[in-house]
């Protein structure tokens, strides 16, 4: 039972495994347990950057770019040309560091369509008045469910995966996929989906859409958290791994089943440190509020509405 823009997702798949496959390293920001990747073709090294960080320490309100310049000096080493700074959503537990790549490195900063309902929520939540376009006119694309995209000859397509948050999308790359917050490593399982907009039966959808690719597709994800009985990090998987072992959604699991235990797991979990100041910074496209006129740039804190 395939949907359009999967069979698509997975004839280009097929297609692109007579190709290389795409090349992709990891940085992991151990702070926020966030893993950034460079994903690129090496034939042409075209590249795209995925879900970067930008520093932040929450109690002295101080950024620093320490995790974006190792990647840009990466990217320089070997290089690459960014044609891409890819979201895969509006993160919550960290800022993300696309702007400040993009005035290194050149590249379109690209989310999800579906970001506008993300602003519109968050909008209201921090009471941005009318300069806080609700559009997505603060990324250069915006991508909508199934698009193709290519990184140099490497076919990719966008999937939107809600669920996390609405917005959520999917980038398949060539044999792998970067899911963003949907799965983690299956002895870990899958993101939360109690965030505003979020939606744990939705979720489970978007999962099993992306458990419809191709068994060998490799997995990328977005966070890991180590798990009982695993003292290291790890942000790669496959497709069949996850439909054969992950503790929250492997094969036979069903829709309730999942959503029962998703809410359950929810209401236990605390909110990320960052949260506040992280949405207020991504629904901008990752860009730090104007200074004002003493030249000082300040975030919101909204009072007991969380
Ligand atoms: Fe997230």
Redo the contacts with the bound molecule.
Sequence with gaps: MMDAALERAGEQILAAAKRPSVQVETFFDEPTFTASHVVYDPATRHAAIVDSVLNFDAASGRTSTKGADEIIAYVNRESLMIDWLLET?A???HLSAAPYLQTKLGGKLAIGREITTVQNVFGKVFNFGTEFARDGSQFDHLFDDGESFAIGEIPAITLHVPG?TPADVAYVIGDAAFVG?TLFMPDYGT?RADFPGGDARALYRSIRRLMALPDETRLFL?HDYKAPNRDTYAWETTVGAERKGNVHVHDGIGEDEFVEMRTHRDATLDLPHLILPSVQVNVRGGRLPPPEDNGARYLKLPLDVF
């Design positions: 959503h993160h919550a537990d996390h917050d993101a977005c």
